[in-house]
């Protein structure tokens, strides 16, 4: 079934296509060498537990962080419109925000506006020649909630029922589903179909998990990976502390990088007048199994504290992909070659506890959590979420494991007056058939993502993929279909599973969250089913539900 294109949409059209002819793709492919690391991972693990694919040569780096992410303009009254004009060739964005409040990806929008601002984005701020002109400074974050978004009316859930049922009821879902509309400036629920349900979410887990990380940790905590020194010797230990986008490329796209703790080990040890040591690596901070109930999946690492690029063998940094049979090792065997090429001898050793009178040599830390959240959102990240996870349970005292954080997740989910009733966790990335969470859950999580007394949660709403341009989402929408550039939602897809929750702005300017989820859905409707999800949320887009 297509829906029909709103007015909105035809007003922006040409602006689109101006600023889509104006942006040549911005994506960039770096070719590396990597020196075989099979020799050097030998030493650091114990014979029979590790088995190294050595011939890894001509890495490029994939700049994943430089896709498109549209300003949270789109939350407010001109969201509609001002959402579907960021193109999807977008060159880099430098980060969520400026000092300013204006988010980057306004920069491709600044091609065609003539006026300027943004504190990080003005002229005479570095703009290469040929980059589009500095945008207009944007409003604070959500800033329009309460004001010109809560402008049109809150639709009838009448109404909404006539837009939704007729996807959401299709047989291609199977018999199991449910789903809810909120909102998002109320509260309010306005469409409930077994929203009290609890059902296999699959990856819309990571919202909930996403959220746990954000209130317990902090949006600005950072994972740190350290080097130690343990007295009276020369032994170095490399101490994990559970970030997996530790890179070990040249293009660290902004993440923590072990050639930078490299440079600053080599450094404190040249003080200490030592050229010649004994490496070794602590990966002991989480407990339990490493490997998900799931078993070996390409999908998602041995989850522990210490790996570089996440444990992956091939260029990428998001998506499935062959992983490291023992991650920490591997890290540990890298760092040791990059230590060598900075003139520190190293003999490589196995796997040890730091101890606490240790002397720290050197530090790096993670992007903020607010970041971890967006890169895992937007690319449906396993591995960060899994990280996430042991985080939310080392803030909130519980064991840093699969069970551990599953219990944390919903302890910290309870602080924030959820409605929980019937929800279970069983992991940080929804891989798991073991979650059990309800459409009410997720939209009421969404709804108060955007409130004002939760800033800290901000960021669960700004990772969430954009419909059309990027993430999960990018590739799922028609570029004509009528959600494309003002629905953010979070996919989650499993066998017989098929899932959707996020937000979207309707005809009438509205913000509203929602969630949908299949869960008997025949193999063979799998396709069907996911564009029954799409579609309705396309309607809600073109709803003005009065």
């Known amino acids: 079934m297509v829906v029909p294109e709103p007015k909105v949409w035809r007003a922006a059209r040409p602006h689109v296509v101006r600023v889509a002819r104006g942006v040549k793709p911005g994506i960039a492919r770096v070719t590396r060498a990597v020196k075989p690391g099979a020799a050097r991972v030998a030493q650091v693990v114990k014979p029979g537990v590790v088995r190294v694919t050595s011939a890894v040569t001509a890495r490029s780096s994939q700049l994943t962080r430089n896709t498109k992410k549209l300003t949270t303009l789109q939350l407010t009254a001109g969201a509609a419109t001002l959402g579907l004009v960021f193109s999807a060739g977008a060159v880099a964005a430098a980060g969520p925000w400026d000092s300013s409040g204006q ?26 020649a040929g980059a589009p002109k500095p945008a207009p400074s944007a409003r604070s974050v959500l800033a ?59 990856s819309t887990t990571k919202i909930a998990t996403a959220a746990a990380a954000l209130s317990a940790a902090g949006a600005d905590h950072r994972i740190e990976t350290r080097t130690v020194l343990e ?30 703790l490299a ?13 010649e040591i004994t490496l070794t690596y602590d990966a002991s901070l989480y407990e339990g199994p490493e490997q998900h109930t799931i078993g070996e999946n390409d999908n998602l690492a041995l989850v ?29 065997a890298k760092f040791a070659d990059l230590l060598e090429e900075r003139g520190i001898k190293t003999k490589t050793e196995g796997s040890v506890e730091a101890t606490k009178d240790a002397d720290e040599l050197a530090a790096v830390s993670s992007p903020p959590l607010s970041t971890l959240v967006e890169r895992m959102l937007t690319n449906s990240d ?30 910290e989910l309870k602080t924030l007056e959820l409605p929980l009733e019937g929800v279970e966790f069983a992991d940080g990335s929804g891989l798991s058939r073991g979650n059990r969470l309800t459409p009410a859950l997720l939209t009421t999580l969404l709804a108060e993502s955007a409130a004002s007394s939760h800033p800290e949660l901000r960021s669960v709403l700004t990772g969430l993929p954009v419909a059309g341009f990027t993430g999960t989402l990018r590739t799922r929408y028609p570029t004509d279909a009528t959600g494309t550039g003002v629905v953010r939602a979070k996919t989650g897809t499993l066998s017989n599973v098929n899932t959707l929750a996020g937000t979207v702005v309707d005809a009438d300017g509205r913000l509203l969250a929602f969630a949908f989820l299949a869960t008997e859905t025949e193999e063979a409707n799998k396709d069907l089913a996911q564009r029954a999800l799409t579609e309705a949320t396309s309607a809600l887009a073109m709803c003005g539900c009065r």
């Open 144 to 202: 329009g909630l309460g004001g010109a978004s809560g402008a049109g009316s809150t639709p009838e859930s009448a109404a909404l029922a006539a837009a939704l049922d007729p996807f959401l009821n299709s047989s291609v879902l199977g018999p199991r589903r449910a789903a809810a509309v909120v909102d998002v400036e109320t509260g309010e629920q306005l469409y409930d179909q077994n929203a009290d349900d609890a059902l296999t979410p699959a």
């Open 263 to 275: 440079d600053g080990t080599a450094a404190a040890l040249d003080k200490r007048h030592l050229n």
């Open 231 to 260: 007295p009276d010797s020369t032994e170095v230990v490399l101490v994990g502390g559970g970030d997996p986008t530790l890179t070990a490329h040249k293009d660290t796209g902004g993440y923590a990088s072990l050639r930078t």
């Open 103 to 128: 988010r980057t990806a306004e920069r491709d929008w600044a091609a065609s506006r003539d006026s300027q601002g943004g504190a990080d984005h003005g002229r005479g701020s570095g703009t290469a």
């Open 382 to 411: 396993n591995d960060i979420a899994e990280a996430l996870a042991r985080q939310v349970a080392l803030a909130t005292g519980e064991q840093p494991s699969f069970e551990g954080g599953a219990a944390a997740i919903k302890k």
């Open 304 to 332: 522990v504290p210490l790996m570089a690029d996440e444990a992956r063998l091939n260029d990428s940094s998001s998506g499935p992909a062959d992983r490291d049979e023992n991650p920490a090792a591997v890290a540990t």
